[in-house]
């Protein structure tokens, strides 16, 4: 369970724009859930956005006009007998703010107004939603969440974010004061998140050392790599050649569980053996340290992993990472993490 402050937090390291100025205000307010948290972000970064202009792009129109504009539709000014009434059927590009970023944010102020926010909040994101009247809606469920973002559109990329966990569903537990997050709809989208908060928190507290999500390429005997699966690091902390190759997992389950008997994740541990043996590999004989790092969002078990083992001459520690606690505990238990492995 995470209380709704600290996802404050992740979101805003995983999201490095929440910590300019416009937004820091927010990390002060309290909130009831974390429906509120993300309408507090997108009035705020709605707010921002305006002051800029809302993004336009060209969108093809077809309409019948009695001037020409772009290209002329021969075929369908025929089949409609457009000429008849003094008009051509013409295509052309409108620039318009009717773009399809504005149309899932207006979409998502919609939907939060009829959620369960305080009515403070619903009358800020109505004035907003004045702004979008040349700005049509979008259907929630069949949203297309895959957007190329360019230097244009770029300060919209983290509130399209917010919009997808809006949209997708940050359910509350059943807690009276409604303070704690219970999880995606998707549990694979949260841990997304939490491996780039992690990410993006060493980036910026840690930056006497390299943090990066690297790929490991194979030590192979011959050049034959055909049919590999890449070998994706979430978070590779690196300082002269020490290195720590972290695996970070965001499940419902820290462990798994067959006859009663507790253990490690099978696939997971695999997983990081194989990483740190083939970057220890590629090493060969200079003087180095690589170790591996499977870091678990912890979770209500009774049972959490905290283990340092030491396979074929690498350290690999499995640990969990509490993050229902105040965020000054947390990052001090990611910086233990350096302090351990760095000094």
């Not at 309409?63 to 409609?80: A, C, F, P, Q, V």
């Not at 009247?133 to 979008?138: A, E, F, T």
């Not at 993006?200 to 050049?223: F, N, V």
Request: net charge neutral; glycine share 4%.
């Amino acid at each position: 369970m995470i209380p709704v402050q600290n996802v404050y937090y992740m979101l805003a390291y995983a999201f490095q724009v929440l910590n300019e100025n416009g937004y820091k205000d927010i990390a002060a307010e309290q909130f009831n859930n974390v429906r509120e948290l993300c309408a507090a972000i997108l009035t705020r970064g709605v707010s921002l956005q305006l002051k800029r202009g809302l993004g336009k792009e060209y969108i093809p129109q077809t309409e019948s006009l009695s001037s020409l504009r772009g290209k002329i539709d021969i075929s369908e000014s025929m089949k409609t007998q457009s000429m008849l009434r003094k008009q051509l059927v013409c295509t052309y590009d409108d620039f318009t703010v009717n773009s399809y970023m504005n149309r899932i944010l207006k979409s998502t102020m919609e939907l939060l107004i009829r959620s369960d926010i305080s009515k403070p909040r619903k009358k800020e994101l109505r004035k907003l939603l004045i702004f979008f009247s040349d700005v049509d809606s979008v259907d929630v469920h069949d949203i297309n969440w895959r957007l190329q973002y360019n230097r244009n559109n770029q300060s919209y990329r983290m509130l399209i974010s917010t919009c997808y966990l809006v949209i997708k569903g940050l359910l509350q537990s059943n807690t009276t004061d409604g303070s704690k997050l219970m999880d995606f709809l998707d549990e694979q989208r949260m841990c997304r998140l939490y491996e780039r908060f992690i990410l993006e928190y060493y980036r910026k507290e840690h930056p006497e050392i390299k943090a990066s999500a690297s790929q490991i390429p194979w030590q192979l005997d011959d050049d034959f790599d055909s049919m590999l699966p890449v070998m994706q690091t979430d978070i590779m902390l690196s300082k002269g050649n020490t290195m720590l190759i972290i695996d970070a997992k965001y499940y419902g389950h820290t462990t798994q569980n067959q006859y009663g008997v507790n253990s490690i994740h099978s696939g997971n541990l695999y997983q990081i053996f194989t990483y740190v043996k083939n970057k220890d590999a590629a090493y060969g004989d200079q003087p180095h340290t690589v170790s591996g790092m499977l870091l678990y969002a912890q979770t209500d078990e009774i049972v959490q992993p905290n283990h340092v083992y030491h396979m074929s001459g690498n350290k690999i520690t499995v640990r969990t990472l509490d993050l229902n606690q105040p965020f000054s505990q947390i990052a001090a238990q990611l910086d233990s993490i350096v302090v351990s492995h760095f000094e």
